[in-house]
């Protein structure tokens, strides 16, 4: 039961603090630091799989020896993390991340207002009190959540994000008195219908990576930055999550200043495709607007960016400018979000997890490896009759102690193996219980399996081979043969039947190329996807 239940459902005001009301302001703080009294079916699942990493990886591989266990295991911690986002946010797994980024005055948030046509929808204020990372996607109704700092959801109303965004410090004229929900919220999500456009986007509103300008126009009104919080390592950490950037550029800087071409370059280390926003074109001389906007898009150029489309923008007139003839090179954001909208997004939750989990496998199947191949020396050396006495009873022990090494890596390989295959069934219980829909090898086209023949299983995520068809059966599929290995692979029936013409395709003597999707360590089996 939360300590807070007594004034959890209590109604707050707009603007707490305007008549210096203590009782509203403590509502809400306490409504935000609750936790829920009853775990959600994805809460439960994602704390079981929590407890069998958190207990069983370390043990496992604190016996392996293996170099940079530690790191393995925090970067393990870090999925967990990303993962418990998701489970607060299933609605953002299969959305095309776009993050809006930009300095503190350049009127990022406006801008989003603007697009979706809702002044409100983000809410403004002369004196931005958050830094708060807002993702923003369609919903049928409108409805805001919050991820609290102890990773907990709350729902807010309109209310309250106005109150937490500009109201709850509004007539506080002492900075003590004053109360950032910087270190409270993590996140918040703003669902409405006015996104219908594009369902598959969700749009990031990303605090402001520098400090305010002293003198900050109108615009900066909407920035729903924190004054007194700006963080560069905030507004990093939120658009390294992003698929596709949109940066918004103030017109009035006549150029693509310096400080944000090194933040983007080098502390985001941006190398994804770059959407240029030239804002508050409207209040730059006309005759200036194409030559500063050339000069903004050649500036992102020369340092280096992928840039995919530039825009002369008014967030305060919601207009694009110089899209009249004889400017045919300047684009409309509304164009890019369409092309953005239509991509297909599939998480890869089980891929980055066992991509971390295989390292250990690899590594003890290595070592094992060694171990064989020492031990077929010493073998050697031990039916060397010139190799007697006590140099014989040495080698003897050697062998002994090199052969019961590789017995404890392959006994570890093996546990890890079942460790993986554990963590990918709670893994997927989860994505289900929450809707989400990760990748899987078919979703990158053709898919085979190896057969009988473990080898197979030493190769990694990524690796090449060059196969060839040894039969084809309608019935049965395609059977492929690789040289150096004794086993075969195979395209089972489900696949061929969707190949047109798969006799003549799947043609005896043809070859393919295959690419390691995945690696079951447990059944010690692979599955490729096969390059027609």
């Known amino acids: 039961m939360s300590i807070f239940s007594d004034v959890n459902n209590e109604p707050v005001a707009a603007h707490p603090s305007e008549s210096g009301n203590v009782d509203s302001r403590f509502r809400l703080i306490s409504r935000l630091i609750s936790t829920p009294d009853v775990l959600s079916d994805g809460e439960r699942e994602f704390r079981a799989l929590e407890k069998l990493i958190k207990s069983d990886f370390l043990a496992m591989t604190s016996n392996v020896g293996m170099p940079g266990e530690s790191k393995m295991y925090a970067k393990l911690l870090e999925l967990l993390e990303d993962l418990h986002e998701l489970v607060n946010f299933p609605y953002l797994a299969n959305k095309n991340i776009l993050a809006v980024g930009g300095e503190f005055s350049a009127g990022k948030s406006r801008f989003l207002n603007s697009i979706f046509g809702e002044e409100n929808l983000l809410p403004t204020d002369p004196n931005p009190t958050t830094a708060i990372p807002t993702y923003l996607i369609y919903g049928d109704d409108e409805k805001i959540s919050a991820l609290n700092s102890f990773s907990r959801l709350q729902t807010l109303s309109k209310e309250e994000l106005n109150a937490i965004s500009h109201g709850f410090n509004a007539n506080q004229a002492d900075a003590s008195n004053r109360i950032s929900f910087y270190h409270v919220l993590r996140l918040l999500q703003v669902q409405s219908p006015s996104m219908k456009r594009w369902p598959n986007i969700a749009f990031l509103d990303t605090p402001g990576y520098s400090k305010p300008k002293e003198n900050i126009d109108d615009e900066v009104a909407s920035e729903g930055t924190d004054a007194g919080n700006t963080d560069e390592e905030k507004a990093r950490e939120n658009l390294s999550t992003a698929d596709y950037l949109i940066w918004v550029v103030s017109a009035k800087d006549g150029t693509f200043q310096q400080p944000g071409i090194a933040f983007l370059r080098d502390k985001v280390q941006w190398t994804k495709p770059l959407y240029l926003l030239i804002n508050k074109v409207d209040q730059i001389e006309p005759s200036e607007r194409k030559r500063v906007c050339e000069q903004i898009r050649d500036d992102a150029r020369k340092a280096g960016f992928n840039v995919v489309g530039v825009s002369a923008y008014s967030s305060r007139e919601s207009k694009v400018f110089l899209k009249q003839k004889g400017h045919d090179n300047w684009d409309d954001p509304v164009d890019w979000f369409k092309a953005v909208d239509g991509k297909r997004k599939l998480t890869k939750w089980r891929g980055r997890f066992k991509s971390i989990i295989d390292e250990v496998i690899r590594f003890c199947n290595n070592v094992e490896a060694q171990c064989a191949d020492y031990e077929k020396v010493l073998k050697r050396l031990e039916a060397d009759p010139e190799i007697e006495g006590e140099l014989s009873s040495k ?115 043809r070859e393919f190329e295959l690419k390691v999707y995945e690696v079951n360590h447990a059944q010690r089996q692979v599955t490729f996807n096969v390059c027609l």
């Open 395 to 509: 080698v003897k022990g050697l062998r002994k102690e090199i052969t019961e090494r590789r017995r404890r890596r392959q006994s570890a390989a093996s546990q890890i193996a079942e460790f993986s295959e554990k963590v990918e069934v709670r893994l997927n219980s989860l994505l289900k219980i929450i809707g989400v829909s990760d990748e899987t090898a078919a979703d990158n086209g053709l898919v085979a399996v190896s057969v009988g023949d473990d080898k197979f299983a030493l190769s990694k995520k990524g690796d090449s081979f060059t196969a060839t068809v040894e039969r084809y059966s309608k019935f049965n599929g395609c059977y492929l043969k690789v040289q150096g290995y004794a086993g075969q692979v195979q395209i089972r029936r489900s696949m061929t039947d969707t190949v047109t013409d798969a006799a003549k395709v799947f043609a005896v003597g």
